[in-house]
């Protein structure tokens, strides 16, 4: 096999033959040239697999079908994340003498080339270089083959360690090799003939290190600290020892065994041969007597032979106190003596006595007094530095009650007493302590000294609240005493200086000021004949009051025809229980017939008139009382509207019922449609009657003779045929227009604008187009009732209307309805729409010649 090694990272090319078996090497790429620090290795084809060193070879059977076969080598650096590529063609070579033999080559056991792994005694003394193993390849019986090995120890660190024959296979050892630091090496070994084709799948060999004991066990710590509590019986594990060594594991290099060599002061404790663990061996263990234990242990390899490597180590057990000792007072009795009246002074120390580890929950006391101090005027607490206890008086002491206190207290430690077999102690320590009270001369003194007044905001000033009195402690009455106020205090109340009688001077509100804060303490001062002093404290507190009535804000509404019921919301500014929940009240009877109150919340109600209530504007008068009986009257305004939405009744009102009626735009403008309705059936009859014929053609000139008033102007024009009657229509408007032979009417619009429209036609009949018999006509009477008036009109008239929704083509037309918008009087511009489509022949000029009667009429239509 041919193999042309290219730059790295690009591309390399084999040449192989056709026919590739499973386990053939196809050739060797340098990998540390494209990537030095390669740690992942891998082919994009599973039939190559690529080696450490850059051996290429085939997995299975391979076939090179298309004469060639690329695939791609991935190196990888994770730590450094790198990655580069090494693209390999397969090239089949060219047809040339191949050796006879190689198929016998190719037909190898392996018995010889894969040896057992080799064995190196470490530390071993030579002499060098030692051999170690002979790697050899069968097919030397045939070729000449030439041996190379690669990997640790050989090209790797540690280099040169190793080293193989090139003709014998022999692997030698150059020097000692410490196990501890190089356990193993796996080399790769290599058989190839002297034109570089290897008929052997790369080797990989593993050379062992074979321990040997040369190192001594060793403690994993200096000194190891344990702890055990005092009183703790045989058996106790206390805790472990532990020690490693550096030879082979499960090896006799490395069994341990662990004895104790000394214990200082006493022998107390053992150890576990082979765990290393330190238990008590005996008892009792009395902290107060021997506090710590000194233990020296020994660990040696080889089982515990005599001829194992040992290592000594020690371990320092320290007992823990436990409250073994109750503590005992030094006194059983103590005395001492307080003035009267006297707080928060200390009026004595006690000691106490405790063999236990000082500075321990079991030394530290805890002081209780057990006796004579039912009204807590004695406190004892412990210095934390002396351990003594502090007797202290925390409420003033009367001579004139009790001359003398006797007090009774006992002692124990934070934590609980734990009976030992040396103990003696059974009982709890306690020391009496008698307190003499010595007679001072008192100032008066307040009772009770925290008065507390509730006043109701909004009082008037001037207004007693109350009463504040002294006693001076001597008579037990208030002669003498008078009362002060220190000034920079509340200046809500005052006190009178003789009776201490309280009274406001400021009206009390919860909204003004400091006053929001609802109370005030304030400090008063009582002063005796002697000028001795006590003091009281007045707590002053403002009770919310009812001082605002209910407020509706919004009483203006729109109630539309759904009558969706108003929401009533009230508010007030006073506080629980003077607000909510409000009452709502409807005080006219008539009305609360005609609307009623739904309550929704504390706050709010729902109005809604009951039955049938016409459209109008409703005054409705609503009273709204809060929980404290305050009432506020409201007027809500209701504008009751035949309406889909409110903002279509603002500016309008409907009829009231007070009789205020006012007619709205529609009806007016029904009206005025009802009239122009009956003066158009006047034209119309009149027009038949004179005619006397009931049935004419219309001729082509008959536009000449039609007035048209157009005063509005479509926003566009359209062309309208001239034989129908165009027909205008805007929102909520409509109009009819007829023609009767010559006789011509006009086309009243309801809107904006009035048109007078010609019309042009033939062979439409007229109201009176009735004949008899061959057909002859008959002369109109020219009197017909409004029915039959109607029934000859209305189906002409919606023959037209669809005439003029179609074109000139007889297709249905979009825009056939147009809308017109008043231009103002005296526009100079021309009519637009469809009398902007009018012919020359059909201009408006005939309209200057018409006859007074005409101008007239002309003039009506166009009024409003």
Known sequence: VLSLCCEACKKVIFHVPSELEADTLVGRVDLKECLQSAEFISSSDENFKILEDGSVYATSAVSLSAEKKTFTILLKDIQEH???????????????????ARDTVLKRTKRRWSPIPSVMMENSLGPFPLQIQQVQSDTAQNYTIYYSASGPGIDQDPVGLFYMERETGNIFATRAVDREQYPSFQIICFATTPDGYSPEVPLLHTIRIEDDNDNAPYFTQEVFEFSVPENSKPGVIVGKVIAEDRDEP????????????????????????????ISVSSSPLDREVVPSYTVLVEVRDMAGQPFGLCTTGTAVIRIQDTNDNAPCFKQTQYETRVEENRVNVEILRMSITDVDEPDSPGSRAVYEIIRGNDDQAFEITTDKNTNEGILCVVKGLDYESARQRILVIAVNNEAPYMLAPHSQQLSQSTSSVTVHVLDMDEGPVFKPCHLRLDVKECEEIGTSI????????????????????????????????????????????????????????????????????????????IQPGNKNYPRIAKTDYIMCRDRKPICLTAQDGDESPYSTPFTYRITDRGLASMWKLTRHNDNSVYLSPKGDVPFGIYSIPINVIDNGGKVGEHNINVNFCDCVTPTECNGRTRDSPAGNVTLGVWAILAMILGSLLLLLILITICGCCGSGVMHRHVTDDCANHNLIISNTEAPGEEVMDHNVIPLQNTSNQGGYGIKTG???????????????????????????????????????????????????????LGEKVHLCRQDEEQKHSEDYLLSYNYEGKGSLAGSVGCCSDQHEEEALDFLDQLEPKFRTLAETCIKR
Request: glycine share 12%; aromatic share 6%.
């Open 250 to 277: 499960y090896t006799l290099h490395t069994s341990l065994k662990y004895r104790i060599v000394s214990q200082i002061p006493s022998h107390a404790f053992s150890i576990h041969g082979d765990s290393g663990a």
């Open 82 to 100: 790198v990655q580069k590529k090494i693209h390999v063609t397969l090239v089949e070579e060219e047809k040339r003498k191949i050796r006879h």
């Open 466 to 541: 109350g009463r504040y009195l002294a006693e001076d402690p001597e008579t037990g009455n208030s002669e003498g005493i008078c009362y002060r106020i220190p000034p920079g205090q509340c200046n809500w109340i005052s006190i009178d200086e003789k009776s201490g009688e309280v009274r406001t001077i400021k009206v009390l509100d919860r909204d003004v000021g400091e006053m929001r804060r609802g109370q005030c303490n304030i400090t008063v001062l009582a002063i005796d004949r002697n000028g001795k002093t006590g003091t009281g404290t007045i707590q002053v507190v």
């Open 742 to 796: 010559d006789q011509q009417t006009f086309e009243m619009v309801k809107g904006r604008g009035h048109t007078l429209e010609s019309v042009k036609g033939a062979g439409h009949q007229t109201l009176g187009s009735v004949k008899e018999g061959g057909g002859q006509p008959v002369v109109d009477t020219c009197r017909y009732s409004y029915s039959e008036w109607h029934n000859f009109t209305h189906p002409r």
